[in-house]
């Protein structure tokens, strides 16, 4: 048995009624079976999976799911015995599918702090390494979930 925790995952209500429609003939209770969804909470806008155990804060049904479609979608979880808490949102960007994930001990920013106290007295170095190190931990603009322009996303994934 693993080490279980709290996971949320949200998508734009558009990519779930899309996703919905398409791969589940619109039975909610099938797609909530299908990715082991303890509750599916709609909004307005948002629509957010939860689930209470999930094992290592990896939901594979429905994180690979989503992959599948290309569908952006925001995670946060809770801490476990071997992990810390934290989120990642993964979005298409410049028609890349991309994620980003910051833990709440933010270790990129650690990793760096030896190198930044070495090159204190080389700016050249010093600049190229912050640089370095900002795309790291922040490699695209995290925008909030939207309905897409003109994606079919089923069709074209």
């Known amino acids: 048995m693993g080490d279980r925790t709290y996971v949320e995952i949200t998508i734009h209500k558009y990519y779930y009624n899309q996703l919905l429609s398409e791969s589940f003939a619109g039975d909610e209770k099938k797609l909530e079976e299908e ?3 303890d509750d599916i909470d709609e909004g307005d806008d948002l629509v957010h999976f939860q689930c209470h155990e999930v094992n290592y804060a990896t939901w594979d049904s429905l994180e690979n799911l ?11 979880w809770a801490a476990g015995g071997d992990y810390e808490a934290g989120e990642s949102w993964t979005r298409n960007v410049n028609g890349k599918y991309m994620e980003h994930e910051l833990s709440d001990k933010g270790i990129a920013i650690q990793t760096y702090t030896n190198s930044l106290v070495a090159n204190l007295d080389n700016p050249e170095k ?19 979930l939207t309905q897409p322009q003109s994606i079919d996303f089923i069709k074209n994934a």
């Open 35 to 37: 990715v082991g969804a």
């Open 66 to 76: 989503l992959r599948e479609h290309n569908i952006e979608f925001n995670k946060l």
């Open 126 to 144: 010093l600049k190229e390494l912050i640089l370095k190190m900002d795309a790291e931990v922040n490699p695209f603009e995290i925008k909030p």
